[in-house]
């Protein structure tokens, strides 16, 4: 099983970032990222079901984050629109049953650093 992050790094307020997360051996998996910042928890971002019928954001992200899957390539996205320096932080993938267990899981990825500039 793996889950990796990627696509990270410097970008202007404003601007936009396109995650990718690989996401082997989670068949049947909702999956979700969530978000540290320096000095802060971990938080959720955001979360999809393994369908991709059903997503679910943080107030802080909506509108401007969207998350998508795509199921031949095991793959997770996470298009971040409109980033603004509070942004920043390191973006981990994660996994669970179902995107209410996604709220609580303990499975991560290696995370990828995003930082925003004003």
């Known amino acids: 099983v793996q889950l990796q992050a990627s696509g990270g790094g410097l970008v202007q307020a404003g601007g936009s970032l396109k995650l990718s997360c690989a996401a082997s051996g989670y068949d049947y998996y909702a999956l979700g990222w969530f978000r540290q910042a320096p000095g802060k928890e971990r938080e959720f971002v955001a979360a999809?079901?393994?369908?991709?019928?059903?997503?679910a954001y943080a107030d802080s992200v909506k509108g401007r984050f969207t998350i998508s899957r795509d199921r031949a390539k095991n793959a997770m996205y996470l298009q971040m629109d409109s980033l603004k320096p509070e942004d920043t932080a390191v973006y981990y993938c994660a996994a669970g049953p179902t995107i209410a267990s996604i709220y609580r899981t303990e499975t991560w990825g290696q995370g990828t650093k995003v930082t925003v500039s004003s």
């Open positions: 999809i079901s393994w369908s991709g019928g059903s997503t």
